[in-house]
């Protein structure tokens, strides 16, 4: 049998179809266009799907990462940044149109079964898979299979409380770790600290050419960061202590989070004996569409 992935993603729809042992026998990319709004979304995944469908001339398991999680009391989608899913029958809706049954999942579970079965963790149990980028999220794999939890939260460590009365987050409380090392959360931390406006990336590059004044302040804003990152993950370590954990997002290219960031979290973690590997991801941005195809 082999299986179909689709990754909805905020800018382009991705499909593959993968044979019994994993081997791509095609991969295809269009637009997303989602200012077109839920149907047309809707129409664009199910074409993708038929297409894969008639290559693959056999029976295919087919899964689908989306933005958002699916409320398993409504079956509807909640917390997208694809606003027009939320409140959507999604996967009801696909099945609908496809006559048959799917596996749908958020991109930080996505992201982390890819890592799991095919990536960085592929030879540990227990995996803690961290998405830093825009946002901060989380999915837990376990044997293999994507842990959700009871009501489909597992693994939003995002969202847990890191200072209480902190900073606003969007999700209306104060103080999410999505809040301290985000990517936006980053670059607004260092325009406040020097009155630049910088992509993230552009203010590690050029943390070696900084002026003595502006250095300084580079290193209150890295210190931070680290021990933001320790803190956070070290209490995720605390509750779960997973085999391994995987970072990826725009974030988790920061070289210092590998070796500074790691003995921030061993520091804070509930034990003097501390191995946890904390990896860099190997999938880069095609984890969501592997890890759809393996839902």
């Not at 501390?274 to 890890?291: E, R, Y």
């Amino acid at each position: 049998m082999n299986r179909i992935g689709i990754d909805l993603g905020g800018t382009k729809i991705e499909g593959i179809l993968l044979d019994e042992s994993g081997n791509i026998l095609e991969r295809k990319r269009i637009s997303t266009n989602r200012d077109n709004g839920y149907e047309y979304i809707v129409s664009k995944i199910v074409e993708m799907i038929q297409y894969l469908k008639e290559l693959s001339k056999k029976d295919s398991i087919i899964g689908i990462c989306t933005p958002g999680a699916i409320s398993p009391f409504t079956g509807k989608i909640k917390n997208s940044n694809t606003v027009c899913l939320i409140g959507k029958s999604f996967k009801e809706d696909i099945e609908s149109e496809i006559d048959c049954k799917i596996k749908m999942d958020n991109d930080a579970n996505c992201f982390a079964i890819a890592e799991a079965i095919l990536g960085a963790a592929k030879n540990y149990n227990v995996v803690f898979g961290v998405i830093i980028g825009t946002g901060v999220g989380g999915g837990i794999v376990i044997n293999g299979k994507v842990h959700q939890g009871r009501i489909s939260i597992a693994g939003e460590w995002g969202h847990h409380t890191l200072y209480p009365d902190g900073n606003q987050c969007y999700c209306g409380r104060m103080g999410c770790v999505e809040t301290y090392i985000s990517g936006p959360s980053l670059e607004k931390r260092w325009t406040k600290l020097t009155g630049e406006t910088k992509p993230l990336q552009n203010i590690i590059a050029a943390a070696a050419q900084l002026s003595k004044d502006k250095a300084k302040l580079y290193l209150k804003w890295k210190q931070e960061l680290i021990r933001n990152f320790g803190i956070a993950l070290a209490n995720v370590i605390d509750i779960l202590d997973p085999d391994a954990i995987v970072l990826g997002g725009g974030v988790s290219n920061i070289p210092f989070l590998y070796d500074e960031g790691i003995k921030a979290v061993y520091e804070n973690v509930f034990s003097n004996e501390v191995d946890t590997p904390i990896l860099k991801n190997k999938l880069g941005d095609s984890a969501g569409v592997f890890g759809a195809a393996y839902l």
